[in-house]
């Protein structure tokens, strides 16, 4: 794997975003973790503190003959509010900003000029938060929270906040659609 072929995203509940790249065709894998922090293996416990500056996350390995970065991106920005700082719906806190993790200098050009793209566009009605910064390590998390939406998905939360994103994604990029 090189890291050409990885993108990481914070859009929220890393539970969210993991079901929905999870879909998208051209991902290889998705792995939730922890990234942009302080603290060494963090804990969830630790990031839902709040004081170790992580944020969650989801990394995505992918084929680029299939999906470009871009295109990425662009399903990221409309799965999530990109509007809304250390926030997700009902969840709050740093460890839920919206962030983009580059792993090349090539990736952080793509996010930025997408998010120009977005800010001088009427696709949102405030202002783009969403940070873009280069990725320094990224942790997975503990394993019960991989593919938790496909293990737990008659949970009311997976009901309520997952299965509407995930029906979004699905009417939205049906030509990206693994399934």
Same mark, same amino acid.
């Given at each position: ?5 990885? /993108?990481? !995203? +914070? +859009? ?13 065709? +051209? ?9 942009? +922090?302080?603290?060494?293996? @963090? ?20 084929? /680029?003959?299939?999906?470009?970065? #871009?295109? =990425?991106?662009?399903? !990221?920005? /409309?799965?999530?509010? @990109? ?8 969840? #709050?806190?740093?460890?839920?900003? &919206? ?21 001088? &566009?009427?696709?949102? $009605?405030? @202002? ?6 280069? =990725? ?32 979004? !994604? #699905?009417? #939205?990029? $049906? ?5």
């Amino acid at each position: 794997m090189t890291d050409a072929s990885l /993108a990481t !995203f +914070g +859009g929220g509940c890393f539970w969210c975003t993991e079901a929905i790249y999870s879909e998208v065709l +051209g991902v290889k894998s998705v792995t939730s973790g922890y990234a942009g +922090g302080k603290t060494e293996n @963090p804990t969830y416990k630790d990031i839902c503190s709040g004081t170790t500056g992580h944020a969650e996350v989801i990394q995505v390995e992918f084929d /680029a003959d299939h999906i470009s970065y #871009r295109d =990425l991106l662009t399903i !990221f920005f /409309a799965t999530h509010d @990109p509007t809304t700082l250390n926030q997700q719906g009902a969840d #709050r806190g740093t460890q839920y900003r &919206s962030i983009i993790f580059t792993h090349d200098d090539g990736q952080s050009q793509v996010a930025q000029q997408l998010l120009s793209e977005l800010d001088a &566009s009427d696709e949102f $009605a405030s @202002p783009i938060v969403t940070l873009i910064e280069p =990725l320094t390590t990224f942790y997975p998390a503990e394993e019960y929270h991989q593919g938790y939406y496909q293990q737990n998905g008659n949970q009311p939360y997976c009901n309520a906040v997952i299965k509407p994103k995930l029906e979004k !994604f #699905r009417a #939205r990029f $049906a030509d990206h659609q693994a399934k």
